[in-house]
């Protein structure tokens, strides 16, 4: 039997919706007539879906897999992150169409691969010795290289001259402690100004030192006030952000 490929229009129903596309099928030549061909169905098929997915704001497959492999990860281990069955993630890469839950995750990990810190400290225990491995492998060097954290190897490199003297209260400056007295100080005090955080610092960490012979946050307030307005915004706001992330 003659056949011939021809280009066509045709209409699926996807989800309760009807998707008009143009596709491709095999006709017999002699009668004109359409004759099966499954490798031409299965194209249309995902031709449809291609059409679904774009018009709907959804992730594909080929981006799915795309962003398993950005941490190297097996089907079953990026699946563990999510909390899915690795069937979950192997038919999504085979052209299953993603839940609008599930794709809205995919899309959010996508967009800020930061995420993925967080679903691995929730998940970690569901994955594999090699996820593990291949998964901090590809976020170790990475998380240190982001701009937070430059910021915060400089700063507290600042302060390196005068930890465990009498100046930081025998003990080393501690960053987190100093940013989380800062934010609460914020928090509390109506319209705080510069200069009255900055004394509000100073006397609790004093009162606290004369006390306890050592202090809150092993700041070295008399030799470094000159890097306080760089601390104090810069914390201000990195702190106040991830407070009110984690209120919502």
Same mark, same amino acid.
């Given at each position: 039997?003659?056949?011939?490929i021809?280009?066509?229009?045709?209409?699926?129903?996807?989800?309760?919706?009807?998707?008009?596309?143009?596709?491709?099928?095999?006709?017999?030549?002699?009668?004109g007539?359409?004759?099966?061909?499954?490798?031409?169905?299965?194209?249309?098929?995902?031709?449809?879906?291609?059409?679904?997915?774009?018009?709907?704001?959804?992730?594909?497959?080929?981006?799915?897999?795309?962003l398993?492999?950005?941490?190297?990860?097996?089907?079953h281990?990026?699946?563990a992150?999510?909390?899915?069955s690795?069937?979950?993630?192997?038919?999504?890469?085979?052209?299953?169409?993603?839940?609008?839950?599930?794709?809205?995750?995919?899309l959010?990990?996508?967009?800020?691969?930061?995420?993925?810190?967080?679903?691995?400290?929730?998940?970690k225990?569901?994955?594999?010795?090699?996820?593990?491995?291949?998964?901090?492998?590809?976020?170790?060097?990475?998380?240190?290289?982001?701009?937070?954290?430059?910021?915060?190897?400089?700063?507290? +490199?600042?302060?390196? *001259? /005068?930890n465990?003297?009498?100046?930081?209260?025998?003990?080393?400056f $501690?960053? @987190?402690k &100093?940013?989380?007295?800062?934010?609460?100080?914020?928090? +509390?005090v109506?319209? *705080? /100004?510069?200069?009255k955080?900055?004394?509000?610092?100073?006397?609790? $960490?004093? @009162?606290? &030192?004369a006390?306890?012979?050592?202090?809150?946050?092993?700041?070295?307030?008399?030799?470094?006030?000159?890097?306080y307005?760089?601390?104090?915004?810069?914390?201000?706001?990195?702190?106040?952000?991830?407070?009110?992330?984690?209120?919502?």
């Amino acid at each position: 039997m003659s056949t011939e490929i021809r280009a066509i229009q045709e209409v699926y129903t996807i989800r309760g919706e009807q998707v008009t596309v143009v596709t491709k099928a095999r006709f017999d030549y002699a009668t004109g007539k359409q004759v099966f061909d499954q490798e031409l169905d299965n194209e249309a098929i995902h031709t449809a879906f291609d059409a679904y997915q774009s018009k709907h704001m959804m992730i594909t497959p080929s981006r799915i897999k795309a962003l398993r492999q950005r941490w190297d990860l097996s089907q079953h281990d990026f699946a563990a992150l999510f909390g899915w069955s690795a069937m979950t993630i192997a038919t999504y890469e085979t052209g299953a169409l993603a839940s609008e839950t599930n794709s809205e995750r995919l899309l959010a990990l996508e967009a800020t691969p930061e995420l993925a810190q967080s679903l691995y400290e929730s998940s970690k225990d569901m994955l594999t010795e090699r996820g593990k491995q291949a998964f901090r492998g590809r976020t170790g060097d990475a998380a240190e290289r982001t701009p937070q954290k430059w910021i915060e190897k400089g700063i507290n +490199q600042q302060f390196e *001259v /005068t930890n465990y003297s009498e100046y930081s209260g025998f003990s080393a400056f $501690d960053l @987190k402690k &100093f940013a989380n007295m800062a934010l609460y100080f914020v928090e +509390q005090v109506p319209q *705080v /100004t510069k200069t009255k955080l900055n004394k509000l610092l100073f006397y609790t $960490d004093f @009162k606290f &030192f004369a006390q306890n012979t050592v202090s809150i946050t092993y700041h070295t307030h008399v030799y470094l006030m000159g890097l306080y307005p760089m601390i104090i915004v810069y914390y201000m706001v990195q702190l106040k952000m991830q407070s009110s992330l984690q209120k919502k």
